[in-house]
């Protein structure tokens, strides 16, 4: 818990923090507390009908499943028939560069390895690299 949450929740520690605030002051920031009281309450209704809202239409459609004859152990079945989605093709190498005897390819995509780096920071432009037929 925070060094704040700490002060305000601890009674003594509470009244020693304002101390030295007016009595204005301490009426101005009792206002403010009601009003965080408040949102916060009004939010936490507005999650409760949301929650009772979502769980009565859980239970019209569990009962539309009851009517026609189905489980919720059918609609698994279904659901567990679906494949996983494919993974794409790695992409095909853009660039490449042979650093004493091994060729280095990069698409083009990601952080540029340092051989590449180092080569642009010294002048050359990344057209030098191109894997001859790529664009």
Known sequence: ?????????????FKAAVKELS???????????????VEREEEAKADEAANAERNARIAEILAQIENSGLSIEDLGEVTATKSAPKKRAPRPAKYQITVDGELIQWTGQGRMPTVFKKEVDAGKSMDCFLIPGME
């Open 1 to 13: 818990m925070s060094d704040f949450l700490d002060i305000l929740t601890h009674g003594r520690r």
């Open 23 to 37: 009595i204005e002051d301490l009426r101005d920031l009792a206002v403010k507390l009601d009003k965080v009281i």
